[in-house]
């Protein structure tokens, strides 16, 4: 697993032919809490992959998974993953892309998602 830091892309060859890039649009999200952690807009709490087969877009042929952490529910849509609740501190969704002709294919990458109290510096 590899942890990508803002709009950073991982880039994956098969085989030594096929160059694959995933991008996340989002990496990772703080939410902005009350003093007691509760509260919060989840809002931009999203990330869309982005899969490219050299500089082409190439998503379409790719089956994407979500594996969230415990204590964070959302729910992924095509490409795109979107929170609706957190209970701990800190949570994670790892994201898994395997190849629609060839599961031996796979890349995963992992969207972060942070509390921060207000108040907390």
Do not use: C
Not at 15 to 22: P, Q
Not at 52 to 57: A, D, I, P, Q, R
Not at 100 to 113: A, G, L, P, R, V
């Amino acid at each position: 697993m590899v942890k990508l830091t803002s709009r950073e892309t991982l880039t994956k060859v098969f085989n030594g032919v096929d160059s694959y890039a995933l991008s996340l649009s989002n990496d990772s999200q703080v939410i902005a809490t009350n003093p007691d952690g509760t509260g919060g807009s989840y809002i931009d709490a999203t990330t869309t992959v982005t899969i490219y087969k050299g500089t082409e877009v190439n998503t379409s042929d790719w089956v994407i998974t979500a594996q969230a952490s415990t204590g964070v529910t959302g729910s992924l849509r095509k490409n795109t993953y979107s929170v609706t609740t957190k209970t701990k501190e800190q949570a994670t969704v790892t994201l898994t892309t395997t190849h629609i002709e060839d599961q031996t294919k796979m890349i995963s990458t992992t969207f972060t998602i942070k509390k921060k109290k207000k108040g907390e510096p």
